[in-house]
């Protein structure tokens, strides 16, 4: 009996390598263009797969009271200060006073579910007017925007709404202080999309960025994954992530002539763990890791929490706090944070 169950712990540990392996090979994955590796930039997807089965594995060498134990949780120490973003637990450092501060809310709302049921699209004009009496945002993004739903925005009086052509699917920045250079990235080849404009409260300007990169298009759905190909479904990610970079490559050059502070928000398609990522939060604060707790999940994916949805702010900016609100119509969560400045 003892033989076998020595047999059986050592093919446990030949798996616990392969998965402590896949993690190591992740923390890469931020500093490399998916234009170089296309196939690679697939496992950002699988980090958070990853982490989990090696904290599994950690836990069941600890039961086991194996000294195998150090190979996972190692691994997995390594990988918190290293992305340092997967989880928060709650900050207990109280924000310095700011003159001026600006609230932001960010939020994919899939096109008000006009592909869904009749049913899930009765109350969505109350449920988006319940947290926006209780958050009071000054700056509403909206990614996959419809404007056929009458939703109730006079609290707003300032917006910029793009729609490409005849294309139902837009995108929209509502806002309760003055928009100025209005620009829309419209890129080639995709219903994706960015826009941009300067906000003006009082002598001060800051610009805003409602972000939506190139979506993966596929279901979020075990069942729908296995029915495609593997090889159709590697091209295709693949492909949708190198697209991802070009958008935002074009996004960053445009943000980098601004002579003003910069919110970046929106929904990036992409994980924490990904190339897209680590060039925004390179040289900006997510507003999650600043101030967020938890696993901060914006998305799920057939019951499985993702963070794909982020504000950041400029590093002259502090975040002074930050929210997932929960009650939701859409397949992602609206994301709310608050900047200030002297």
């Known amino acids: 009996m003892s033989k076998k169950l020595g047999l ?14 896949f993690l190591l090979v992740s923390f890469v994955l931020p500093f490399i263009p998916p234009k170089s590796f296309p196939g690679l930039s697939l496992l950002s997807l699988a980090v958070s797969p990853l982490i989990v089965l090696n904290i599994l594995f950690t836990a069941y060498w600890l039961f086991k009271l194996k000294k195998f134990i150090f190979l996972s949780l190692s691994i997995i120490v390594i990988a918190y200060f290293h992305f340092g973003s997967f989880f928060k637990f709650s900050s207990t450092e109280t924000p310095t006073e700011t003159i001026n501060t600006l609230n932001i809310l960010s939020f994919n709302v899939r096109l008000f579910n006009l592909y869904e049921s009749k049913d899930t699209q009765k109350n969505i004009p ?52 003055p928009l ?90 992409n994980t924490p763990f990904s190339y897209v990522y680590h060039k925004v939060s390179e040289y900006m604060k997510d507003a999650f890791v600043e101030a967020g707790n938890g696993i901060g999940t914006t998305y ?31 397949d992602h969560y609206p994301i709310t944070a608050t900047v200030g400045w002297d």
């Open 300 to 330: 799920l994916f057939e019951y499985y929490p993702m963070r794909i949805d982020y504000i950041f702010a400029s590093n002259e900016l502090q975040i002074l706090s930050f929210n997932t609100i929960r009650k939701t119509f859409s």
């Open 180 to 269: 100025i250079n209005t620009y829309s990235f419209d890129f080639q080849d995709s219903y994706n999309n960015t826009l941009s404009a300067d906000l003006v409260k009082g002598s001060d300007t800051l610009r805003i960025y409602n972000l939506h990169l190139q979506s993966l298009n596929i279901k979020p759905s075990v069942s729908y994954l296995q029915e495609l190909d593997n090889e159709v479904l590697r091209k295709r990610i693949s492909t949708r992530f190198v697209k991802q970079q070009e958008q935002l490559e074009t996004i960053l050059k445009h943000k980098n002539n601004s002579k003003h502070p910069v919110i970046i928000s929106g929904d990036f398609n």
């Open 8 to 21: 059986l712990n050592r093919i446990i540990y030949g798996v616990n390598i392969i998965v402590a392996l």
């Open 126 to 177: 109350e449920i988006i007017s319940s947290f926006l009496n209780k958050e009071k945002p000054d700056v509403l993004c909206i990614q996959e925007y419809n404007k056929e739903m009458k939703i109730d925005f006079t609290a707003y009086p300032y917006s910029y709404i793009h729609f490409r052509g005849k294309n139902i699917l837009g995108h929209a920045i509502f806002s309760k202080y």
